[in-house]
């Protein structure tokens, strides 16, 4: 939309859009200037983005150890440096660098797994709130000796209900919490967890109505775990404990097939799809464009530290590479014919969407679109920037000009990030003349 108008209310909501042009949108400008309400932006102004899966705890991680298995991994790294958060200070000083450099990446609402400690949980909740970043936060839990290590799991079902109750009255009760946080039951993966475990906080679930986040047929390790542990897969499992609702998020999904996708579609839970880190951990590209024919849900995250990049940008690129790898195939001593999958790619505005409408649909909250009745978060990306990394030359269509933004920008060109109307975050800043 060229020249376009948002009117935005006092609740930082957006109030009307209008076309350049009309005569709404003449009379309104007018009207804005009259009352000097009224700020004029050049470059490109597009909805804040939501992630819908960042492991916040791993912020430190974010690069290391990337060569090993998913399994390997897990042990040698993540759970150690997640067994630092018992130091709430620790806590506090990784969580609230995440938190201004994900708003500075123009990532304005995300879904995030914290470590197992509640005091650590809740410093991350709060550093969303004092933030104004838009987030769901939940206390990981993990109770199986089997695959969670002596030093970080939860002694009993009991101890992780009632840290998962802890946090989310934390939340409900911060005075300053007007909307921004919300508490997600966040069974770790299936791996993780005890039969008990699962059963009961599928019937917290139910009793709360809160959202419930997991990890979801990510690799072939977690796959081939699941079906000899219950004889069936992922997807099926978590709907027999009462967690696939409408309020589920999974991550990754890479080994769901179209019976799953079916039941996805048919309870409402959406799949946040997590190209980076799949192309390291997951042994498989996931089918996005088979999943969205379906009708299921489906947005993007980025899968901090799994992934190697923390920028949603990052994400939206690396899910149109891989659909297109998986649409063409990836091995050159196979005929062309019979190398990859036909009609699984994904272009570039499809990505777009997923990065901001998509995972607030899959979220039920009304962000990533500039429509009446959303939240104004936003994000303006300034071509000319003067460290950026995007270029113009005069010629560019309007179709250009928005994919030349999404497949070049870099955090340097975000010079500015809104959420509720009110610029936030810690964006980039021309150099001084």
């Known amino acids: 939309m060229k020249g376009g108008l948002v009117e935005i209310?006092?609740?930082?909501?957006?109030?009307g859009v209008c076309h350049a042009g009309s005569e709404e949108h003449r009379a309104t400008m007018r009207e804005a200037a009259r009352t000097g309400r009224l700020v004029t932006l050049d470059g490109f102004l597009l909805p804040g983005m939501v992630d819908l899966h960042v492991h916040a705890p791993q912020y430190p991680q974010l690069?290391?150890?990337?060569?090993?298995?998913?399994?390997?991994?897990?042990?040698?790294?993540?759970?150690?440096?997640?067994?630092?958060?018992?130091?709430?200070?620790?806590?506090?000083?990784?969580?609230?660098?995440?938190?201004a450099d994900l708003l500075a990446g123009g990532t304005?609402?995300?879904?995030?797994?914290?470590?197992?400690?509640?005091?650590?949980?809740?410093?991350?909740a709060d550093a969303c709130i004092d933030a104004r970043q838009r987030a769901l936060v939940g206390r990981v839990v993990m109770d199986n000796p089997d695959q969670c290590p002596d030093f970080y799991r939860d002694a009993s079902v009991a101890e992780g209900l009632a840290a998962t109750r802890a946090v989310a009255a934390h939340i409900a009760a911060h005075p300053a919490n007007d909307g921004w946080v919300r508490p997600v039951v966040t069974p770790r993966f299936l791996p993780s967890c005890t039969d008990d475990m699962l059963r009961a906080l599928g019937d917290l679930a139910g009793e709360c109505g809160c959202h419930v986040q997991t990890h979801c047929a990510e690799s072939d390790w977690a796959r081939e775990y699941g079906q000899a542990r219950f004889g069936r897969g992922d997807v099926e499992v978590l709907d027999r404990f009462g967690l696939l609702t409408r309020h589920t998020v999974l991550a990754h999904g890479n080994f769901i097939g179209a019976p799953d996708m079916d039941l996805l579609a048919r309870r409402g839970s959406a799949v946040a799809h997590c190209p980076l880190s799949n192309a390291w951990f997951a042994n498989a590209v996931f089918p996005l464009r088979a999943a969205l024919d379906k009708g299921v849900r489906v947005g993007l995250g980025t899968d901090i530290a799994g992934g190697p990049s923390a920028s949603m940008m990052d994400a939206m690129r690396m899910s149109v590479a891989a659909s297109r790898m998986l649409r063409d195939g990836v091995d050159p001593d196979r005929p062309a014919a019979e190398r990859?999958?036909?009609?699984?790619?994904?272009?570039?505005?499809?990505?777009?969407?997923?990065?901001?409408?998509?995972?607030?649909?899959?979220?039920?909250?009304?962000?990533g679109r500039f429509a009446p009745g959303q939240h104004f978060d936003a994000l303006r990306i300034d071509p000319d920037a003067p460290l950026g990394t995007m270029r113009l030359w005069g010629d560019e269509s309007d179709e250009d000009l928005l994919a030349t933004?999404?497949?070049?920008?870099?955090?340097?060109?975000?010079?500015?990030?809104?959420?509720?109307?009110?610029?936030?975050?810690?964006?980039?800043r021309p150099e001084p003349d």
């Open 9 to 15: 209310g006092a609740d930082g909501r957006i109030a």
């Open 63 to 99: 690069g290391k150890g990337l060569d090993q298995p998913l399994e390997v991994w897990l042990q040698r790294y993540t759970f150690p440096l997640e067994a630092r958060y018992a130091d709430r200070l620790f806590a506090r000083t990784v969580y609230r660098r995440l938190v």
């Open 108 to 124: 304005t609402t995300a879904l995030y797994f914290a470590s197992r400690h509640v005091a650590a949980t809740c410093e991350l």
């Open 340 to 367: 990859g999958r036909p009609g699984s790619a994904v272009d570039m505005m499809t990505a777009f969407h997923l990065a901001t409408a998509g995972g607030g649909d899959a979220l039920d909250l009304p962000v």
């Open 405 to 428: 933004a999404l497949y070049t920008a870099s955090r340097a060109n975000i010079t500015h990030v809104w959420t509720d109307g009110r610029q936030t975050g810690q964006a980039a």
